[in-house]
């Protein structure tokens, strides 16, 4: 059973920068595609971006494309997503999510859930 772990996730000021990571056990996250996912209060779960190790493919949202980066170190099984030049409107839970579809968008795709991070971003 894959169980995901995220932290990182904080306070921080509009134009800030934060790092999540999401360690994965039970598996190994280069064998998934690996998925980050946000909710904001009142809205649904929407993608942000993804990545699947072989390839080496990468998709990201047009709301973060040039701001987050998505990456991920074998050594640790950690999937990380890094969070620049951040807004008041990033402010969401974020999930971390595995699946196995290649080109995975939506949270259908992805079978397994960390309990998500928060980030608030003050303006």
């Known amino acids: 059973q894959v169980q995901l772990v995220e932290s990182g996730g904080g306070l921080v000021q509009a134009g800030g920068s934060l790092r999540l990571s999401c360690a994965v056990s039970?598996?190994?996250?280069?064998?998934?595609?690996m998925g980050w996912f946000r909710q904001a209060p009142g809205k649904e779960r929407e993608f942000v971006s993804s990545i699947r190790w072989r390839p080496g493919t990468t998709y990201y949202a047009d709301s973060v494309k040039g701001r987050f980066t998505i990456s991920g170190d074998n050594a640790k099984n950690t999937v990380y997503l890094q969070l620049n030049s951040l807004k008041p409107e990033d402010t969401a839970v974020y999930f971390c999510?595995?699946?196995?579809?290649?080109?995975?968008?939506?949270?259908?795709?992805?079978?397994?859930w960390g309990q998500g991070t928060q980030v608030t971003v003050s303006s």
């Open positions: 039970g598996g190994t996250f280069s064998s998934y595609t």
């Open positions: 999510a595995a699946g196995l579809t290649l080109r995975a968008l939506d949270q259908h795709d992805y079978a397994y």
